[in-house]
T-cell receptor, first 115, second 111 residues
């Protein structure tokens, strides 16, 4: 059973460009979480999604950031008009449906560098 | 803010047991204690979780005090590959939701 997959693993963007980060959850997992880790800081929750629904976006910046988890395909974290402060590691985690363990399993992350 | 407090760093000799403490004095009755670790900027790795009974798996043991206000993660035979930041997190179980990471404990396993 493959783990959580994220791509790209490294992404370089210039200020003002758009960044798209993809996350494929583990097989059988319908819950996806995005976290951000700024340089030398801890992990911060951003958003929690189920298929086609945003459940909790309390950690998402109000502007330029959006997330989706469509019925088919991976979850996408989209950052518009990136700025240098967006440079960070972005981790995705997934968990199975509620009738089994609620443990979140993390992917390897996407490291975004904004020039 | 994180609901747990952990020492900033600890050292452990290779082959010895590593005992990582965590205080969670405000834990509520339906919250579990989870432990994750992050090895050098990799994605966090789940280790173990528990409610009130002690738990053991192939990676570690979790000892939770009777009043549930603190716990200890035990790595029975630490190896150099166990060098990582260890996070203790309290969270509701089976209800989804975010994990709130604190600063964790940076464990250095030394030869």
């Amino acid at each position: 059973n493959a783990g959580v997959m994220q791509n790209p693993r490294h992404l370089v963007r210039r200020r003002g460009q758009e960044a798209r980060l993809r996350c494929s959850p583990m097989k059988g997992h319908s819950h996806v979480y995005w976290y951000r880790q700024l340089p030398e800081e801890g992990l911060k929750f951003m958003v929690y999604l189920q298929k086609e629904n945003i459940i909790d976006e309390s950690g998402m910046p109000k502007e330029r950031f959006s997330a989706e988890f469509p019925k088919e395909g991976p979850s996408i974290l989209r950052i518009q008009q990136v700025v240098r402060g967006d440079s960070a590691a972005y981790f995705c985690a997934s968990s199975p449906d509620r009738d089994s363990t609620d443990t979140q399993y993390f992917g390897p992350g996407t490291r975004l560098t904004v020039l | 803010d994180a609901k747990t407090t952990q020492p900033t760093s600890m050292d452990c000799a290779e082959g010895r047991a590593a005992n990582l403490p965590c205080n969670h004095s405000t834990i509520s009755g339906n919250e579990y204690v989870y432990w994750y670790r992050q090895i050098h900027s990799q994605g966090p790795q789940y280790i173990i979780h528990g409610l009130k009974n002690n738990e053991t798996n192939e990676m570690a043991s979790l000892i939770i005090t009777e009043d549930r206000k603190s716990s200890t993660l035990i790595l029975p035979h630490a190896t150099l590959r166990d060098t990582a930041v260890y996070y203790c997190i309290v969270a509701l179980y089976n209800q989804g939701g975010k994990l709130i990471f604190g600063q964790g404990t940076e464990l250095s396993v030394k030869p």
